[in-house]
């Protein structure tokens, strides 16, 4: 979602007619290493379109209100596929609302996309924070949401930012021995094994977006997590980086953990050797902001990928990694703050104001390692209660108090389709 802390760096008519038609822990079977060809999504995949979603609900209250306008770009998003995301619950309780959701899709001929959101000490404390309370609790309830998704088709994204924000990322005090951060990659794994043994579903494991990790420490902690059992790792989610660069990024990640582990023998375990987005020849791939390339500025990256057509060009698409890019609002790609506006961090991955909702979900990228453009992140909704460090409450870039995390907000989603980039339509 983000990068906290240091780095966070149409016509009424057709708006009434779309409204109109709308445990203990189990014995784990692990499943092999997942390749390319097992993954279950394939170009003609149609993702699930919820017909109670909180968009077609948007678009009865705009046209209840007289909006008009609001009301044609909220059926049109309404008719877009999005995200289910899991946060919360019993295990009992997961596991109904799973079978639940598959059904609905298995009913219609969709796979839907779903998000596990529920690992222990989440997003450190800040405005998403929450999880189970263990993590034996947390096995089980992804026993329990792997059961109810069954045989049935579906994806799921596991744990946005968990892998990203590992608990020895949230302050010197929060993980001094380590043991947290070895169970959190424990846990990621137990997720990963359990979900991708249901035979008809593809997993991805979240692993941020450009703007965020290095290259080569997101590739070894996609390893360390099990990554190798899944379908690949998904990016971007919660965030407004363009497509093509979260894309670029995906690529030198997916061919960094081929040179770590199946490059020349030299390089088996380090992915901390691989060129990164801050890489040039006059600057050390270690991102030392003093001694770096701006990777804001994609024209810098050449040099890494001279790197990786030097280092990794004996990698098939076969032998390296797919992923996912959530496209949900970067649209207009991402937010910069306005020069001197703030002396602190100005959040811009939080609400960033003036975004539009990005490419249409779809399985059918033209892009060889990018399975799918998911609009992961709900549109609409909030990613919390923002300050750009100001010390307030308030938002200075909307000057109210944003909704809590995972709140809907009207006029959020309305500016994000109005600015959709491109256009929102019906056409499918």
Not at 194 to 199: D, F, I, S, Y
Not at 234 to 253: D, E, F, M
Request: charged share 20%.
């Amino acid at each position: 979602m983000k990068p906290p802390l240091l780095m966070r760096t149409g016509a009424a008519i057709a708006a009434i007619g779309v409204c109109a038609a709308l445990t203990s822990t189990q014995a784990q079977a692990t499943p092999a290493p997942a390749t390319a060809t097992q993954n279950v999504i394939t170009p003609a995949t149609k993702f699930y379109v919820d017909p109670q979603s909180k968009a077609a609900k948007q678009t009865l209250t705009d046209l209840k209100n007289g909006d008009l306008a609001d009301a044609a770009n909220m059926a049109k998003l309404a008719s877009w596929p999005q995200s289910k995301w899991f946060t919360e619950g019993t295990p009992a309780q997961v596991r109904a609302e799973a079978a639940k959701l598959v059904r609905k899709a298995q009913a219609t001929g969709t796979t839907p996309v779903m998000v596990a959101y529920n690992v222990p000490g989440r997003d450190c404390t800040q405005y998403s924070s929450g999880g189970a309370a263990t993590s034996a609790a947390y096995r089980q309830w992804i026993d329990a949401f792997a059961e109810g998704i069954g045989d049935d088709k579906a994806v799921v994204i596991v744990e946005p930012d968990g892998l990203a924000l590992v608990p020895s990322d949230c302050g010197p005090t929060t993980d001094p021995t380590g043991e947290l951060t070895a169970t959190r990659l424990a846990d990621l794994e137990y997720a990963v094994k359990t979900l991708k043994a249901k035979p008809r579903t593809a997993v991805y494991l979240d692993a941020g977006n450009v703007q965020w990790r290095l290259v080569g420490d997101m590739a070894q902690r996609l390893l360390d997590s099990g990554v190798e059992y899944s379908d690949g790792f998904a990016l971007n989610v919660s965030n407004t980086h363009p497509t093509a660069h979260n894309a670029r990024y995906g690529t030198w990640i997916s061919k960094c953990m081929w040179f770590a582990t199946k490059g020349p023998d030299r390089a088996r375990g380090h992915a901390d050797w691989c060129a990164n987005q801050y890489y040039s020849p006059a600057a050390p791939n270690d991102g030392t902001p003093g001694n770096s390339v701006d990777s804001t500025k994609p024209e810098t990256w050449r040099w890494t990928d001279a790197w990786f057509d030097q280092n990794a060009d004996d990698a098939s698409t076969d032998e390296l990694k797919h992923f996912v890019i959530d496209t949900s609002r970067n649209g207009l790609g991402a937010w910069t703050p306005p020069a001197g506006k703030y002396t602190g961090d100005a959040e811009p991955w939080c609400n960033a104001p003036g975004r539009g909702l990005g490419p249409r979900p779809t399985a059918d990228t033209g892009t060889p390692l990018v399975d799918a453009y998911l609009w992961i992140k709900v549109p609409g909704e909030s990613d919390g209660s923002c300050t750009r460090s100001t010390g307030g409450t308030i938002d200075p870039e909307y000057g109210i108090v944003d909704p809590p995390a995972g709140a809907w907000w009207p006029d959020y989603v309305h500016g994000l389709a109005r600015n959709a980039a491109p256009r929102l339509t019906f056409d499918h």
